[in-house]
């Protein structure tokens, strides 16, 4: 059994994706079924996860900054 779904991708991306499946003669709903078992097995582009370094610094606020008033934050911010 199979489930509708509807998906929104870019225009040039849906184009190609038609040629592509034409040429190879097969439907855009085999050539979408593919790629998501091929990712889901692992296959994709990015076979691990990308590693995040992450940065600190010390810092903070500056004095008289109130981040519960926008305006004032945006307006104490602008004047520094």
Same mark, same amino acid.
């Given at each position: 059994?199979?489930?509708?779904?509807?998906? /929104?991708?870019?225009? /040039?991306?849906?184009?190609? #994706?038609?040629?592509?499946? #034409? !040429?190879?003669?097969?439907?855009?709903?085999? @050539?979408? /079924?593919? !790629? @998501?078992?091929? /990712?889901?097995? *692992?296959? *994709? &582009?990015?076979?691990? &996860?990308?590693?995040?370094?992450?940065?600190?610094?010390? *810092?903070? @606020? &500056?004095? *008289?900054? =109130?981040? #519960? =008033?926008?305006? #004032?934050?945006?307006?104490? @911010?602008?004047?520094?």
């Amino acid at each position: 059994m199979a489930t509708k779904t509807t998906i /929104e991708i870019a225009d /040039e991306l849906f184009v190609a #994706a038609k040629r592509h499946a #034409a !040429g190879h003669r097969t439907t855009l709903r085999t @050539l979408v /079924e593919r !790629g @998501l078992r091929a /990712e889901l097995r *692992g296959a *994709g &582009p990015r076979k691990t &996860p990308a590693k995040i370094r992450w940065v600190t610094v010390d *810092g903070g @606020l &500056p004095k *008289g900054i =109130d981040v #519960a =008033d926008r305006a #004032a934050m945006i307006d104490g @911010l602008q004047r520094r």
